[in-house]
């Protein structure tokens, strides 16, 4: 007599060649919003207009702070590793942004992520992916309690930072990175609804 046998089902688990491979033969879209976080391909949250303002609103200080010294993208891919190809809301990459027109760049200066419904995976799996692929900083533009979540000093062995501040509004914030470049948190921040 044969027995059932129960099993959890698994999750595949993609490299990031194979990732790009299922871009580049169609299976996925460039317009699909999905992101590759340790082999598991993730769909992003819809962007609602907090969320939305936020990305733009740190992207355009970062750009104004930043000047020359650094390039700025929005929601592009880095790659950190062979199974993580974040999308980070804003990152401040090396060099120009027509160093990036052959290639995602594989290290960035700062990493931001604007968050609400999205605030466990970015301070968890986010956190980490940042933390193992040596960013040195990663900011956490929380929506919620108007604040940015600070990660300094990452472990990529231990795959985790070492050092977390939480800066709340009126606060005013240097990149590690880059001494001299600060940025007010307020200017981070959307406004609040009425």
Same mark, same amino acid.
């Given at each position: 007599? !044969?027995?059932?046998?129960?099993?959890?089902?698994? *999750?595949?688990?993609?490299?990031?060649?194979?990732?790009?491979?299922?871009?580049?033969?169609?299976?996925?879209?460039?317009?699909?919003?999905? /992101? #590759?976080? /340790?082999?598991? *391909?993730?769909? /992003? %949250?819809? @962007? =609602?207009?907090?969320?939305? !303002?936020?990305? @733009?609103?740190?992207?355009? !200080?970062?750009?104004?702070?930043?000047?020359?010294?650094?390039?700025?993208?929005?929601?592009?891919?880095?790659?950190?590793?062979?199974?993580?190809? %974040?999308? %980070? =809301?804003?990152?401040?990459?090396?060099?120009?942004?027509?160093?990036?027109? $052959?290639?995602?760049?594989? @290290? !960035?200066?700062?990493? *931001?992520?604007?968050?609400? @419904?999205?605030?466990?995976? =970015? +301070? #968890? $799996?986010?956190?980490?992916?940042?933390?193992?692929?040596? *960013?040195?900083?990663?900011?956490?533009?929380?929506? +919620?309690?108007?604040?940015? /979540?600070?990660?300094?000093?990452?472990?990529?062995?231990? &795959?985790?930072?070492?050092? $977390?501040?939480?800066?709340?509004?009126? $606060?005013?914030?240097?990149?590690?990175? #880059?001494?001299?470049?600060?940025?007010?948190? =307020?200017?981070?921040? %959307?406004?609040? &609804?009425?």
């Amino acid at each position: 007599m !044969a027995h059932a046998v129960e099993r959890e089902p698994t *999750i595949p688990r993609y490299t990031v060649e194979r990732y790009l491979g299922l871009l580049h033969d169609g299976v996925l879209s460039p317009n699909d919003r999905v /992101e #590759l976080l /340790e082999g598991v *391909i993730v769909a /992003e %949250p819809p @962007s =609602d207009p907090p969320h939305a !303002a936020g990305v @733009s609103l740190a992207a355009s !200080a970062l750009t104004a702070a930043v000047g020359q010294r650094a390039a700025v993208r929005v929601q592009q891919p880095l790659l950190v590793g062979r199974l993580s190809l %974040p999308e %980070p =809301d804003v990152a401040v990459v090396p060099g120009h942004l027509r160093d990036y027109s $052959t290639h995602h760049p594989t @290290s !960035a200066l700062l990493v *931001i992520e604007v968050a609400d @419904s999205s605030l466990v995976q =970015d +301070r #968890l $799996t986010k956190a980490a992916i940042y933390a193992a692929g040596g *960013i040195p900083e990663y900011w956490i533009v929380n929506l +919620r309690t108007r604040a940015v /979540e600070i990660f300094r000093a990452p472990d990529p062995e231990a &795959a985790r930072y070492g050092q $977390t501040i939480t800066a709340p509004a009126g $606060t005013c914030l240097e990149l590690a990175a #880059l001494p001299g470049v600060t940025v007010l948190v =307020d200017d981070l921040l %959307p406004a609040v &609804a009425a």
